[in-house]
């Protein structure tokens, strides 16, 4: 197989006038187009962060919320919690084939309050509560039954009641402090627009070729 042939023509509607772009209201409209586009996973976000070494890392985690910047939940075991609590600098990444659009968004990272973890881990499937609790997220494992006995133990033990939220579970919000817009088109004449928060607090938008 000779990857040099794997390619297909990209088409979409142009960014548009730059005339006061609002970024965050156009992410909006770009991720409920994914959802109703029936994209695979429309809200999945390859985060990257850097280990202590300054090796990039880079992993998809899932969306849940953008009102005050891009929040994503996960164990505080996990290596890119001990990643991001070291280095709070990050990006996340959206690719949506459907509709043949990327987007980049760049900023830090923080942890987010108690109530508003214990909040959203109240809301998970039964299933993925039992799992955060038999999961050591990113430690060794020796096989798959030392998982399963831990997930039948978690099972036992809120066996009747509500599965509590781990006291290691929680999430993290992104300020972001830049996005980078990507549609495609047709002969790989991309559209391209690189938005920047000033200090001031105002969006900066420019048009970048592709």
């Known amino acids: 197989m000779n990857l040099h042939d794997v390619r297909r023509d990209y088409h979409g509607q142009p960014l548009p006038d730059l005339t006061a772009f609002d970024p965050w209201t156009f992410f909006a409209g770009w991720v ?3 959802v109703d586009s029936e994209d695979c996973e429309p809200t999945a976000m390859t985060l990257s962060t850097v280990d202590a070494t300054g090796v ?8 849940k919320d953008y009102i005050e910047g891009l929040t994503f939940f ?3 075991l996990s290596a890119k919690a001990r990643e991001l609590d070291a280095h709070p600098a990050c990006s996340g990444l959206f690719w949506w084939p459907q509709v043949m659009r990327q987007v980049r968004a760049a900023g830090v990272a923080a942890r987010l309050p108690r109530g508003e973890v214990e909040a959203y ?3 998970r499937p039964r299933a993925s509560q039992i799992g955060a609790w038999a999961s050591r997220q990113s430690e060794p494992l020796t096989d798959r039954a030392q998982l399963e006995a831990a997930r039948a133990e978690a099972e036992r033990r809120f066996e009747g ?8 579970w929680g999430g993290y919000r992104i300020t972001v402090t830049s ?3 990507w549609q495609g ?9 690189l938005s920047r928060l000033r200090p001031d607090g105002l969006w900066e938008s420019t048009r970048l070729h592709p």
């Open 32 to 34: 409920q187009e994914a």
């Open 56 to 63: 990039p890392q880079a992993r998809v985690v899932l969306l």
């Open 74 to 76: 996960t164990s505080y």
């Open 121 to 123: 881990f109240a809301t």
């Open 161 to 168: 009641r509500e599965v509590e939220c781990p006291p290691y």
């Open 179 to 181: 996005f980078e817009f």
């Open 185 to 193: 088109q047709s002969g790989r004449i991309h559209d391209r627009v």
